[in-house]
């Protein structure tokens, strides 16, 4: 469409130069023969237009004559279409549509695996089935183990061929006895009391000032019934075993009071090399020493033991091997230990002396370790510590700096049962 001017007072939209004839462009501009050349024709409007795109069954179109047809582009490419996610060119070369015989849901885009019987499986399910490795067909079926716990899959056809069976437990494949190995444990986990697990307590040596220890021990899968037998038959009467929610394959040892003397002569240390050897670690998980509260004289002894803890927290840190949310150092609480020991209050117990117990006050620094110098350690600090605060006066308070680490490491020297705990603050100076 041209507009023809007889008077020389039109302009160009676009170069606005003057002109006697303007013609319309998809845009709704009148421009002028030198702008309008180098545009394309939009094949659904015969309009000029300076941005056209190719549309499948439609040629070259303008911006607005896209809009008014409802095209978008291809996933794959610019061109634009009316339905669909691609083009007729792209759509050729996408593999055929089909639906998954697992899911039963229609899928595009994507090539089918083959299962048993050539079922059609998607990319999502095909996760679901294995591979045998006897007749290399897919089954829906879970890795079987044979009896050096190497993990093989079967389908049921030559399972049954290969004389394997199903775990008491579970679907596992098993060649041999009655469990899997993921299940094997199931029946030494009768032997490890639930949380809440609280007998009687049986005192060991002479008191009042008695240790029970919370030892928490990571162990290897397989291993389980075989450590819960040595853990046992080694502890007799001393304790117990418990579960707990921060280990995740293991247990919790837990003993009766012991008085710290008798718990370096009588424990079986050996039990920590063995279960050591089997795998088990103390990784990530902690050690806790209960304190019998008749160890302190008064509520002021209590007040010093913890403002002793406190006011040293990055030493018993650095002994203890860790920084942990579950024995948190709180400034708040360090401040508030006057009215703690009071009864006035009752901190939460993840804290790095738990004071809810009603006979104990449990210190939870310490990190787990099967190594018998660093538990024995443990053990050293909390008797020494509640020795070490018994009978500190104002004046070693406030005149001889008895708060402060170094006044308590010199006064450890002098007393060789707390060897082991001198010991270990040895062996950790001379690796920093």
């Not at 009316?82 to 639906?99: I, Y």
């Not at 809810?356 to 350690?377: C, H, K, M």
Request: charge should be negative.
């Amino acid at each position: 469409m041209t507009i023809t001017h007889n008077h020389l007072t039109s302009r160009c939209g676009l170069c606005t130069s003057p002109v006697t004839a303007l013609r319309l462009t998809a845009g709704g501009q009148r421009a002028c023969a030198t702008c309008v050349a180098p545009m394309q024709v939009c094949d659904y409007c015969d309009l000029p237009t300076a941005a056209a795109a190719p549309a499948d069954d439609y040629g070259d179109l303008c911006v607005v004559c896209t809009n008014t047809l409802g095209l978008y582009p291809c996933d794959e490419c610019p061109t634009l279409i009316g339905h669909g996610d691609t083009c007729t060119v792209h759509s050729a070369l996408r593999p055929p549509a089909f639906t998954c015989d697992h899911c039963r849901t229609r899928r595009t885009g994507e090539t089918a695996s083959l299962a048993t019987q050539e079922r059609e499986l998607c990319n999502a399910c095909v996760g679901y089935f294995h591979v045998c490795e006897d007749c290399n067909l897919f089954d829906e079926y879970s890795t079987a183990v044979d009896s050096s716990d190497s993990p093989q899959a079967f389908c049921y056809s030559c399972a049954r061929d290969h004389d394997y069976y199903e775990c008491l437990s579970c679907e596992r494949l098993i060649d041999q006895g009655d469990y899997c190995v993921n299940h094997i444990d199931h029946a030494a986990y009768d032997a490890i009391h639930d949380y809440y697990f609280k007998p009687e307590p049986i005192f060991h040596g002479t008191g009042p000032r008695y240790l029970g220890m919370e030892l928490e021990i990571n162990v290897p899968r397989g291993q389980l019934a075989e450590c819960i037998d040595d853990a046992t038959g080694a502890l007799g009467e001393l304790g117990y075993l418990k579960q707990d929610e921060s280990i995740a394959r293991g247990f919790e040892l837990v003993t009766h009071p012991m008085s710290y003397r008798w718990a370096l002569e009588s424990f079986p240390w050996h039990l920590l090399d063995n279960l050591q050897a089997k795998g088990c670690t103390g990784d990530d998980i902690g050690l806790h020493v209960h304190i019998s509260r008749a160890a302190f004289v008064n509520s002021f002894h209590v007040y010093r033991w913890m403002k002793f803890v406190y006011r040293n927290a990055s030493d018993v840190q650095t002994l203890a091997r860790r920084q942990s949310s579950y024995a948190a150092f709180d400034d708040h609480e360090r401040v508030m230990v006057k009215e703690t020991c009071k009864g006035e209050r009752i901190p939460q117990r993840t804290l790095a002396i738990n004071t809810q117990p009603e006979d104990t006050l449990e210190l939870r620094v310490f990190a787990s370790s099967l190594d018998i110098g660093q538990v024995q350690a443990a053990l050293a600090f909390a008797d020494a510590s509640v020795s070490y605060t018994r009978d500190l006066t104002i004046s070693d308070l406030a005149q001889r700096g008895a708060w402060n680490w170094d006044s308590f490491t010199r006064w450890i020297l002098t007393r060789p049962k707390y060897s082991p705990l001198t010991r270990e603050l040895e062996n950790l100076a001379c690796a920093c």
